[in-house]
């Protein structure tokens, strides 16, 4: 809970977070851009009538009949604007969020000839905590947790989850397994954008997720999509999407079309509009924050934080950094990192969620600019006992 001040434009602080309030800084939010699209006004204000949108169905002729063919173009457009990831001779399954397609893929790889022996499940630490909470929430026949990638030896059939940049520690992954066994790999790309990492290539892997939620920072629409190579795979998911929730919200749909379909626009000057376009807009947001961030945990000198690599970005023609949406920061006292910050009324995520040391927390890089401020402000003042 963060206690707002007034906006009076008497009242003594500099920002609007009163210094005793708890900052949470723990959830992944993506509040940050809200400013951007502020900023547009109407232009991305979608109106419904109440006649509209009312079957089920929104193409009989795809696979994914849920899927409303609107959106399917403009996914198909964001990634050849951005050359992130290959959609020529794919299937597009729409889901609610990425987290549903990460449960549809693991339904459609599991192998179902063996059913009382659950193939493992594995992603290298420090990995995204949902990945094993909704395993374990599930608690299926199919799949188990099977934990860090990294020391996964058995011979044992096995699907690895390869984040990347990941979440929580930003780094550029590949698959790590070294095992005999057969294995799946299914990519999470939710941050392979470019305000978030320089785009090296067109990722061409098997079964891709990526979310509206971390693209353009829409997470409340619960819109992501999964670009998979084998139709029969591509079914299975669009068949647990169907069995789970009966397909996605046209609302929601219709919403990210308009929003994605504004943001190519911007690019292919379809529109003149006066306004930064979006990825330049977030790149320059999250960079100017992580300047700030590093300035201020370099002088606590209680914490460090991951350098990145540089590389060329093929979208934005530059040599970039990496900046990811959390940071991942390493206590170096004896304490416990997440201990440290709820000193300061900073709530992080621990590092134990992650599969990594207590010494470890992940804060959101993403947070409104008062928080984040207010998060600089006392990270800069601590000091080492
Ligand atoms: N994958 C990763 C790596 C994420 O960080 C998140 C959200 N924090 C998700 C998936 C889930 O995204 P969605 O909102 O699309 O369910």
């Known amino acids: 809970v ?42 991305c204000t979608v109106v419904i009538k109440g006649w509209e949108l009312m079957s089920y169905y929104s193409d009989l ?11 399917k173009d403009v996914i198909e457009r964001i990634h050849h604007l951005v050359g992130n990831a290959v959609t020529k001779d794919r299937y597009i399954v729409v889901g609610n969020g990425s987290s549903q397609l990460f449960q549809a893929s693991l339904f459609a790889l599991s192998p179902l000839d063996v059913p009382d022996h ?30 860090d990638a990294a020391v996964y030896d058995k011979n044992e059939p096995y699907i690895e989850v ?9 780094t550029l992954r590949e698959p790590v397994v070294n095992s005999v066994a057969e294995g799946k790999l299914i990519h999470d790309l939710a941050y392979y954008w470019p305000q978030f990492t320089p785009i090296t290539h067109e990722a061409d892997d098997d079964v891709m997720l990526f ?26 998911m669009a068949t647990f999407v169907q069995s789970s929730s009966m397909g996605v919200s046209k609302e929601s749909q219709t919403r990210a079309a308009k929003i994605i379909g504004v943001v190519c626009d911007g690019y292919q000057n379809f529109k003149s509009s006066e306004s930064e376009l979006f990825f330049e807009y977030s790149k320059r947001l999250v960079k100017e ?4 961030f590093r300035e201020a945990v370099e002088q606590s000198m209680v914490f460090t934080v991951t350098k990145y690599p540089k ?27 997440h201990n440290y910050l709820r000193k300061l009324n900073i709530c992080s995520r621990e590092g134990e969620r992650f599969g990594a040391d207590s010494k470890f927390v992940r804060v959101s890089m993403l947070g409104m600019d008062d928080d984040f401020n207010e998060l600089v402000k006392r990270l800069s003042n601590v000091k080492i006992e």
């Open 289 to 292: 924050r992580w300047e700030k």
């Open 118 to 147: 659950p193939v493992n499940v594995v992603a290298a630490a420090p990995y995204y905590s949902e990945y094993k909470n909704v395993i374990n929430i599930l608690n299926s026949r199919m799949f188990q947790w099977g934990d």
């Open 2 to 43: 963060v206690a707002k001040a007034s906006s009076s434009p008497s009242h003594p602080l500099t920002n609007n977070v009163f210094p005793c309030s708890i900052i949470d800084a723990q959830k992944g939010d993506p509040l940050a851009f809200e400013s951007y699209w502020k900023q547009m006004n109407d232009e």
């Open 311 to 337: 590389a060329y970005c093929n979208f934005t023609n530059e040599i970039s950094e990496t900046y990811p949406s959390f940071a991942w920061l390493k206590c170096e006292g004896n304490e416990d990192g």
């Open 61 to 71: 002729s795809n696979m994914c009949w849920f899927m409303l063919p609107e959106l």
């Open 162 to 170: 390869v984040t990347s940049p990941n979440n929580p520690d930003g």
């Open 211 to 236: 979310t509206f939620s971390k693209c353009t920072g829409h997470a409340g629409s619960r819109i992501g999509w999964a670009i998979v190579k084998d139709i029969e795979v591509a079914k299975k």
